[in-house]
């Protein structure tokens, strides 16, 4: 354990998790953290899921504040907070000072002032509302616009492509009968965006208008204002405690096929060494995603390695590519290489690009030239950078036989609690791709932690540490491995036929290349460790070809569940998504149960000698009458086994 602190293997770094306080304003109860407000309830009813300020630089990356000088004083169902809170990145230096006032009659007013002491491009700053999904889905509510009219709307079910309000100076919506909430929004013009589209699981109010021009220069000096007030329209009734039961209840129901499970190759594809290979091999993957860019001179090279490589790992390819407006040249090439190499190739995905999501053309062009190559392979079109782009520009499902998009859940906000809360999201995203590509098969991937690039500005990028902005050193820790088990439950549940997760090797994917981290003070890896969620996509691949099961969590934002059965076997991954220990009942469970525990107690063991930690025996339970009580430590992943 002393080669990696606790802190780090929980979350990656050995840092503190921001400190959260609960406060009261009357019959509403929510959360303080680090200058934002979250999980605003009335009971065990969420009003408002965070109020926030953000700033967006020019590349629409968003560095976060100090926060500095906070003072609490809170009495009487009643509170004031204030603080300062400071932004610097890069050209970037505002500051801003934060009053939050409570009252006992349950108003919140959210203020800030603040102040440029440089002169920068921004593409966002202010004030953002995100509002429930679970409450808010298909609901009614009243737009006041900044001339007094009235404007009435609906949160969408299915998600929007495109804002679903716009000129926002008062929004209200219903959250219980006789009783509405009203937000009233000041220093700027407000609109509402569903944030599904990026896999949150929200809608968001936020200010500038996407109408008016994204990159603009704050001088130096400017001032801005704004508040966020937020009133209780009607009688709020005596809110029932909050529930803090962990409780999961598994069925025997097959919701569909279990979905396979690949990864991608990295970047510097280099050739796997043997030990690379068995471990490899021993989690069972379904597929091999090697991204092409056929317009590159030398992507052959990495054709003829990943060939090698999926040969090894006996999987198919799954082959990404890439053309330019010089398609049909660049497709016959790619044709004379696949001849030369002969692999074996499962699916097509196939990208223009300077197209957000895949057109007609290219789609024509891929399966005229590929007919005669691998005929099984399924050609599947859609985006490469968000699901947003396949939303709003639908491919020509026609043309097709399968739609894609990768997930990540970092693309607004990057703590540990909002990756958990926009699990749910991936869900949503599936059930709206549903209803408009039909019976078509969907291929999720690369499913990620961080975005793997950014639109914006067409790149990568680096931290000041030198490391791709797309790593994350939570990709080493026990939380990685929670949050991939809710990352396949919702993917599974939901109906996705193939997954693709991570990288094959390297700090982007399931284990750490043999030389080592590339920094080890920015990303605390050891040389050659399976990371905690290599044992989570083999624990989950074991099962492709089966079904997935109904499982359902009373507090997934504290515990997940994932069920699966292939013939007479049944599994459940359990998940502690917290940095607390868990206590969860579980109903379902056969006799004779057998538990694999992967925790703080025995994942240096796991991540160094990951082939012994897979044959190691389990322990028996004894599962009464069906049931089954569980302590689950901080971000610990429960692996449950027996037959039916």
Not at 423 to 452: E, H, M, N, W
Not at 553 to 581: C, D, I, Q
Not at 615 to 643: F, H, K, N, S, T
Request: hydrophobic share 40%; proline share 7%.
């Amino acid at each position: 354990m002393e080669e990696i602190p606790l802190r780090t293997l929980y979350y990656g770094r050995d840092i503190p998790l921001p400190e959260q306080r609960v406060l009261r304003a009357g019959p509403l109860t929510l959360t303080l953290e680090e200058g934002k407000l979250r999980h605003i309830r009335l009971g065990n009813r969420e009003i408002v899921r965070q109020i926030y300020v953000a700033l967006r630089d020019r590349f629409w990356n968003t560095p976060q504040p100090f926060i500095s000088d906070l003072q609490v004083t809170e009495g009487n169902g009643s509170f004031r907070v204030n603080f300062n809170a400071r932004v610097m990145a890069n050209e970037i230096d505002f500051v801003w000072r934060g009053v939050i006032i409570g009252d006992k009659e349950g108003t919140i007013e959210f203020s800030m002032d603040g102040e440029a002491f440089s002169t920068f491009v921004r593409g966002r700053l202010g004030f953002c509302v995100l509002h429930p999904i679970a409450e808010c889905s298909g609901q009614p509510f009243t737009v006041v616009t900044p001339d007094g009219g009235i404007a009435q709307h609906i949160f969408p079910a299915l998600i929007s492509p495109h804002q679903p309000a716009f000129d926002i100076s008062q929004i209200s919506y219903k959250v219980l009968p006789g009783l509405t909430v009203e937000i009233q929004c000041d220093g700027d013009i407000f609109e509402m965006e569903d944030q599904r589209n990026w896999s949150d699981a929200s809608y968001k109010t936020y200010c500038t208008p996407l109408s008016l021009p994204r990159q603009v220069e704050v001088p130096k000096g400017t001032r801005i204002e704004q508040k966020i007030t937020l009133r209780l329209k009607g009688q709020a009734p005596t809110p029932e405690p909050e529930e803090h039961l962990n409780i999961v209840s598994v069925t025997n129901e097959a919701i569909g096929p279990m979905l396979g499970i690949g990864l991608s190759l990295p970047a510097d594809l280099r050739p796997l060494s043997e030990r690379e290979v068995l471990r490899l091999r021993a989690i069972r993957l379904s597929h091999l995603r090697v991204d092409l860019r056929l317009f590159d001179s030398g992507y052959e090279d990495r054709l003829r390695e990943a060939t090698a490589q999926a040969r090894a790992l006996r999987v198919p390819l799954e082959v990404a590519f890439f053309v330019s407006d010089d398609a049909e040249a660049e497709l016959a090439n790619l044709v004379s290489a696949l001849l030369e190499f002969r692999p074996e190739v499962c699916r097509w995905m196939i990208f223009h690009q300077d197209e957000p999501s895949t057109g007609e053309r290219w789609l024509r062009l891929a399966r005229q030239h590929l007919a005669t190559y691998a005929p099984q392979a399924m050609l599947a079109g859609g985006s490469n950078q968000y699901f947003t782009e396949l939303n709003r520009q639908r491919p020509p499902l026609e043309f097709l036989d399968m739609v894609c998009y990768p997930v990540n859940p970092q693309v607004h906000t990057f703590d540990n609690l909002s990756m958990v809360e926009n699990l749910q999201g991936q869900a949503y995203q599936l059930a709206s791709a549903r209803a408009f590509c039909g019976d078509k098969p969907i291929a999720v991937g690369p499913v990620t932690l961080k975005s793997r690039f950014n639109p914006a500005s067409g790149r990568p990028g680096l931290t000041p540490e030198g490391l791709s902005v797309s790593i994350d050193p939570r990709q080493i820790s026990l939380f990685g491995a929670a949050w991939t088990v809710g990352s396949i439950k919702y993917l599974a549940e939901g109906g996705a036929y193939s997954a693709t997760f991570y990288q094959t090797v390297g700090p982007e994917g399931v284990m750490e290349q043999e030389s080592g981290s590339p920094n080890p003070a920015a990303f605390p890896s050891l040389p050659g460790m399976a990371f905690p969620l290599y044992h989570v996509i083999g624990d989950a691949g074991a099962f492709a070809g089966g079904q997935a099961l109904r499982a359902t969590s009373s507090a997934p934002l504290r515990v997940e569940a994932l069920a699966m059965a292939k013939g007479e076997r049944r599994r459940l991954l359990l998940a502690n998504m917290t940095s607390e220990a868990q206590t969860v009942t579980v109903s379902g469970i056969g006799q004779g149960a057998r538990v694999k525990w992967l925790d703080e107690r025995n994942a240096i063991d796991a991540m160094r000698h990951p082939g012994m930690c897979r044959a190691q025996a389990c322990e028996e339970l004894l599962v009464p009458a069906g049931e089954l009580e569980a302590e689950l430590l901080p971000y610990a992943v429960a692996r449950i086994d027996w037959e039916e």
